[in-house]
């Protein structure tokens, strides 16, 4: 069995110095809730018992740090790209958008891991997700939420619908 654990990013600051979207960083608690995820990353018993993945990350600032304090280093990480094409600040980006980039890197091998933005994510979750695990309600992803995804062996992603085996969301 594969995964597709998607990621929001965790709590940043409302606004960067340069002004820009694009470069807020996380805030303390952000930073929290990466320690947080990172723990479970690294637990076997946990989200750890769905790597190793192959990940898109979003190139955004906020996107970026999560993953790095979150995942990178751990053994559930195998491969990472980076993505502009998933940082919905420069327009609307879809769930099939995120599908197509997904596919991309999908080496049919690994699970896949995806860390970007609402509300591109929550609807991602909404299109693929058959169910809707707890603690986690329709129409809405929390910073750092988690949610996790069966997919089929041997079958690339695509636009289908997928069991929901496991949500974390950082305090």
């Not at 958008?97 to 509300?119: E, K, Q, R």
């Not at 636009?159 to 969301?169: E, F, K, Q, S, T």
Request: hydrophobic share 45%.
């Amino acid at each position: 069995m594969r995964y597709l654990t998607i990621v929001r990013h965790a709590e940043a600051e409302d606004a960067a110095a340069s002004g820009r979207d694009y470069d807020r960083a996380l805030t303390k608690r952000g930073r929290r809730q990466c320690e947080q995820l990172r723990a479970l990353a690294m637990d076997p018993n946990a989200l750890g018992r769905f790597g190793p993945v192959s990940a898109i990350v979003s190139g955004a600032t906020r996107a970026r740090e999560t993953f790095t304090r979150a995942f990178e280093g751990t053994d559930f990480v195998a491969h990472v790209d980076y993505s502009d094409l998933i940082y919905n600040g420069h327009g609307a980006i879809s769930a099939e958008d995120v599908l197509i980039d997904l596919a991309a890197i999908d080496p049919v091998t690994t699970s896949l891991l995806v860390v970007a933005h609402n509300p591109t994510l929550a609807e991602l979750v909404n299109v693929l997700a058959r169910n809707l695990p707890a603690p986690l309600a329709p129409g809405h992803l929390p910073k750092a939420a988690v949610v996790v995804l069966a997919l089929e062996d041997d079958r690339p992603i695509g636009l289908a619908r997928y069991d929901a085996v496991a949500a974390y969301r950082p305090t």
